[in-house]
């Protein structure tokens, strides 16, 4: 049985190893902006890899609970949200062995915003895995990867420090 269980930790290790040729940046979007501005920013996703990937975004809000761990809800329900606000130039990304692709993440910051507050959202891109016609004998993990972007508008005139801005 020891003999099963280290095969499937080596297993695991190689796979996950194998995973870390994506690398999606940047980790945190801080836009600013007038009221009825829109404004961009570029995300990049890189392949160094030797498998294709693709991946699908999805919105969700989000905030710190007293012991300060994250909770998801979701998009638009909470009063901080931005992520109606959010448009993007490609909702599936798909990256071929060695590629780099930049997609376009714009926020519309509305004419009447809320008050004059930080908002927040998370941008999640989410691996989409192909199914196998065939599978072969044996033990099968498959081995997904999420990642998250935090995107957060400050209204003008607002700046770190002030009561409106949570720290992060």
Sequence with gaps: MKYYLALFIVYLCNTLAHAQGISISPSRIFFKGEPGQTVSQIITFSNASTADFQFIANLKDWDRDSLGVKKYVPAGQRKQSNSTWLSLSENT????????KKINLSMTIPVDPAPLEQTNSMLFFTQVKEQQKELAKGFHVNVLLEVGIQVYHTPTGLDAGDPGVPRI
């Design 93 to 100: 990304v798909r990256l071929a062995p060695g590629e780099e």
